[in-house]
């Protein structure tokens, strides 16, 4: 009998309006192409895709000409990069300017995937695709997204969050995690690892020995990456092992040895390194104070996970802040 055909290429329409960064679209390419020839055979189709076929003006760069309309591109996916917004304040003015482009966004199928990260999720939420869905975006426009868009289910101490039609990711290079989340879907795991050893992967920051490989942009098996999503999601004084072995229909034992054996830590430890990174980002990249933090993360209390985080570290959470924090 013969083999089944390999599945077709995932088609992703690389989106370019007026003002966007186009630097995350030319890696995502890169990545495409890189799996591509990693497989031997296409794996994600790429196509540069305008609301129309007019040269787009980038932001500080060169005007660059789609190959084809969004509207006639067939694309599975889109990808919508960020654009330059200088404070959380100034949305209506890019919003207003860029109508047209949240409308064409709004016009696709429903089957049609759309990926934004950084502040291009703005105008994912403008189009509407993100209602009453989960999403994250760059820290520092969350009071602002909220107030706007209050019908999305903002999760902004997720890197990454996979609706059913829209998948977003946080940070500038939020393009990373994003093409990482669909290749690991249509590589093998070694496949997927040769591809994060061998390309040149930007990182925000260096990230501390303590949270080493705790991301989904190091982990392979499928399964452990859909636990870290679960382990994100839910309060840190929640998190119990036979709850996750259930979400993910596996038995706790199972999942204990499966864990053990990827990371090298027992299934408790793993799921507190998880949300202790997750504090460590919001240290990080925002000014809430470590009792915000600990509230949002669902941590039974401030000094609970003050007392945490120095144990994993070896730092009180100010002290790491202040080494660590982008500004």
Known sequence: MPPPPPPAPLRLALLLYPGCMPAGLFAAADMARAAHLRAQAP???VCWAGVDLQPVPTWQG???????????????????????????????????RLAPVAQALRALPRRTQLWSYCAGVVLAAASGRLRSQGATATWWL?????QQFAAVDWRFDEPLVAGPTATTAAGANGYLPLMLHALAARLPPQALTDLQELLMLPRPRTAHPAFAGHDLMTTADADLRRAMLWVQRSPASHLRLP???TALGLSPRTLARRVQAHTGLSAAHWMRRIKLRQ????LCDTDRPLKRIAEDLGFASEAGLHRAFRHATGQTPLAYRMAHGAR
Not at 142 to 146: I, P, Q, V
Not at 279 to 282: T, W
């Open 279 to 282: 504090a460590s980002e919001a």
């Open 62 to 96: 060169p005007a660059l000409a789609p190959t084809v309309a969004l509207a006639q591109a067939g694309a599975d996916a889109v990808l919508v990069p960020g654009l330059w917004l200088s404070s959380p304040d100034g949305l209506h003015e890019p919003l207003q």
């Open 243 to 245: 709850l996750l072995a």
């Open 43 to 45: 794996v994600i189709d």
């Open 142 to 146: 969350r009071a602002a997204l909220e």
